[in-house]
Structure formats: C-alpha cells, structure tokens
C-alpha cells in the first residue's frame, strides 16, 4: 500500500460545480498536512494547509480526518484556472515529506 | 527577494555522461529538498539536506546518485553515468526550518533528458 494515496483522476467538473478530491495515508503518526497545486511542467505552489478542525480559504476547504486518516479538498464554484493538479502532502517523522501522485482537475466552460 | 532558482532549467545528456543540477536556496533557509517527478506520476522524495548535512537519502537511489549541500553555494545533485530512465522533471524545495513547521518553496525544476 502506497504512503499517501489518491485518486488520479481526471476529474471533468463544469464551470460553477462543486468538486471534493480525497487522500489517504497509511502512517497514523503523520504530523501535518497540506494541498499543493502543480499547474502543467510547473513547479508545485502550496494551496493550503489542513489543520485538525478544518480550514477554509475562499472557494476552497480543507479538512482531516485522523481516525479514517484521510484529508479533503473541497472546491466550490470552480473556475477555468482551477485546472491544475492537486497534491496531497504528508509530512511524517519530522522531515520526510511524502507526496500523493497527485488528482488531475479539468473545469470546462 | 528571489525564489528557489535551479539551473540549468533544460539539460539533455547522452546516456552514459554525468549530469550536474544546481539549486540555490531562498535567502535564509538552510533545508533543502530535492524530488523526482517522472512524466505523468507524482513527485517522489529523494534527498533533505542541511548545509554540510545529509539528514535523509532514503529516496536515492544506491547507485550513481549523489546530493551535497556545501557551506558556500548551491545545493548539486550529481547523476553518473545517466541512463534513459534518469529522465525526469527534478524539483528542489526550500524552508527556512525543517518542512513539518512551515511550507517548502520550490524551484521551477529541471528537466533532465537522456539521449
């Protein structure tokens, strides 16, 4: 089983729609948690931080789960440019930071 | 205050030369990261380093990889005698301290290709 896993996709959403991405991870003593974007042959750029009691910051919310060891990623409203890649991040043991492979999201007019 | 800046941004080598990838840090971090990413999968850790410092290789591969963080100048991660496989994006990240306690910044990456 993979260290943090998601789903690949791709996800085809419309312009407006609401689209939730989930991941897991296998080690119960992760310590924090982020989403990081990567748009096409760019560098990935950190979205969000998840924290325990879950987060918003705008169209987009994140939250944890800890006894399922799972994070969500919630877009509302999606727009054009929120085509992109989403990756989940796991930092565990300290330093060693572990990511997904990341969800591919395309929104269409 | 510039970014992560990792050079060359494009390197094509012939299977069996050496390829060099630089990463000069943000201006006051002292960790530095270095990830793979093969065409259409996601990035794989491979080396943290402090300055001086290796912390963690566990992602490296045994062979022909190495990383170093000297006291003065960038962050090289050094391929011997690259093979076809060795072709990749390969991304170095950034913090000011260790990446459970703040986010990393990345460089745009280089793109490795072997010939």
């Known amino acids: 089983r993979k260290e943090v896993e998601q789903d690949p996709g791709p996800f085809n959403v419309p312009e407006g729609a609401t689209v939730a991405f989930n991941c897991t991870y296998s080690n119960s003593a992760s310590q924090s948690f982020f989403w990081y974007r990567q748009d096409c042959r760019k560098e990935p750029k950190l979205l969000m931080s998840?924290?325990?009691s879950g987060n918003e910051d705008g169209r987009f919310t994140a939250q944890l789960n800890r006894a399922s060891q799972y994070i969500s990623l919630l877009i509302r409203d999606s727009k054009l440019s929120d085509s992109a890649t989403y990756l989940c991040v796991v930092n565990k043991e300290g330093f060693k930071t572990i990511f997904g492979a990341g969800t591919r999201l395309f929104v269409k007019a | 205050n510039a970014g992560v800046m990792q050079n060359p941004r494009h390197l094509v080598r012939r299977r069996g030369q050496e390829a060099r990838l630089r990463c000069s840090p943000m201006?006051?971090?002292?960790?530095v990261y270095w990830y793979r990413q093969l065409p259409e999968e996601g990035l794989k850790f491979m080396v943290y380093l402090q300055k001086e410092n290796i912390i963690d290789e566990s992602g490296m591969p045994k062979e022909r990889f190495s990383a170093e963080f000297p006291k003065e100048g960038p962050s090289i991660l050094r391929i011997q005698q690259v093979v076809r496989g060795d072709s990749a994006a390969y991304f170095c990240?950034?913090?000011?301290?260790?990446?459970?306690?703040?986010?990393?910044?990345f460089g745009q990456g280089t793109r490795l290709t072997v010939v």
């Open positions: 201006k006051g971090h002292s960790h």
């Open positions: 998840v924290y325990s």
């Open positions: 990240a950034s913090s000011p301290s260790r990446v459970t306690d703040t986010e990393a910044f």
